[in-house]
């Protein structure tokens, strides 16, 4: 018997990280901006999504793959909306991963401009999956509570957006937009901050042309 | 808590190197988790007790080590320890930071016995 230390050195999410690599690949060369949605359970992804499927119509291609532990309810609403849209139904777990994604992208069309995937409802473990997305949205809610961004570091470490949503309920919450702001900038100083509501409206114009821009830089190097 | 889909995913570099060094046994293996990868080692020491039972890794010890949040400061090259996760820089206060430890979650060394005749020293 020898005893002998292999020294690997290996991402343990390699596999994840090499299948979300495979999808951004795919997914660029097509001119399609893939967008991770991130946030708490219950902090308007879903809102936000129909209210960007409005402002798209006419403007721009949409689809949406939507992850949640149960239930359909999600894509429907969102189909509603003449969006098609994929449920992937984790049974439990806690988050999505690059895989899952690569399962249902040959059924998702190939002309379209945004791919929004809106990650199962949880501010901790999505954070840790890359799913081949090139902008990774945050969502913090103004009922939630603006001391989050520290108490929940790595969401907002690793997202390019924040938006701070549900902003016209302010009249009625203790929520400091700035205080928030602050917080998540001195945790991640390229945060781009979009307050909005997608109630009211407030800051969905800003959103949505900065999305447009986006997809055009992308659009330019497939 | 995703603690048991990162130890299957582990397991799955584990078993495919015990193959390609011909291992009888995994004794120890030794993972990096960075302060802001987002994982509790407690909870992954669990999830690999759990899941390496009947595994050829039956009797191995995990041990864990905890790189600190560490930012490199693009403007004046200063390197800090930031236990806050704030990375501006101490020295120079420029907020334009470069990651270069915290956030990850590597597979470091895999402690075996093959049936190998000891390699000469």
């Not at chain 2, 397991?11 to 509790?40: M, N, S």
Request: proline share 6%.
């Amino acid at each position: 018997m020898t005893k002998k230390d292999v020294f690997v050195l290996q991402d343990i999410l390699l596999g994840n990280a090499q299948a979300a690599a495979a999808i951004r690949r795919e997914l660029e060369t097509r001119g399609i901006l893939a967008i991770n949605l991130l946030s708490s359970p219950g902090a308007g992804k879903t809102t936000l999504l129909e209210a960007l499927a409005d402002r798209f119509k006419g403007l721009a291609r949409i689809a949406v793959i939507e992850g949640d532990i149960e239930t359909e309810r999600d894509a429907e609403r969102v189909r509603a909306k003449g969006v098609p849209a994929w449920q992937i139904t984790t049974g439990g777990a806690c988050h999505l991963e690059a895989k899952m994604i690569g399962k249902v992208l040959p059924e998702v069309p190939t002309d379209i401009d945004f791919l929004f995937i809106e990650n199962v409802g949880n501010l901790v473990c999505p954070a840790g999956y890359d799913l081949g997305e090139r902008l990774r949205v945050v969502l913090l809610s103004t009922p939630e509570g603006d001391d989050k961004p520290k108490k929940y570091p790595k969401a907002f470490t690793t997202a390019d957006v924040l938006l701070l949503s549900k902003a016209d309920l302010r009249p009625y919450l203790p929520f400091d937009i700035e205080k928030a702001k602050a917080e998540a900038l001195a945790l991640n100083p390229k945060l781009r901050v979009f307050v909005v509501s997608a109630v009211s409206g407030e800051g969905m114009d800003e959103f949505v042309a900065f999305l447009l821009n986006a997809r055009r830089e992308i659009a330019s190097r497939a | 808590m995703h603690e048991l889909s990162l130890v299957a995913s582990m397991f799955e570099t584990l078993l495919d190197q015990a193959r390609v060094h011909k291992a009888k046994r995994i004794t120890g293996v030794k993972i990096q988790v960075g302060a802001l990868a987002g994982v509790v080692p407690e909870l992954l020491e669990s999830a690999f007790d759990a899941y390496k039972k009947g595994t050829i890794a039956e009797d191995a010890v995990l041990t864990t080590v905890k790189p600190p949040f560490t930012v490199r400061c693009r403007s004046c090259g200063n390197e800090s320890v930031r236990d806050d996760f704030v990375p501006t820089c101490p020295a120079c206060g420029a907020a334009d930071p470069e990651i270069v430890h915290g956030l990850e979650l590597i597979l470091e060394k895999i402690e075996m016995e093959t049936d190998d005749p000891p390699s000469p020293a």
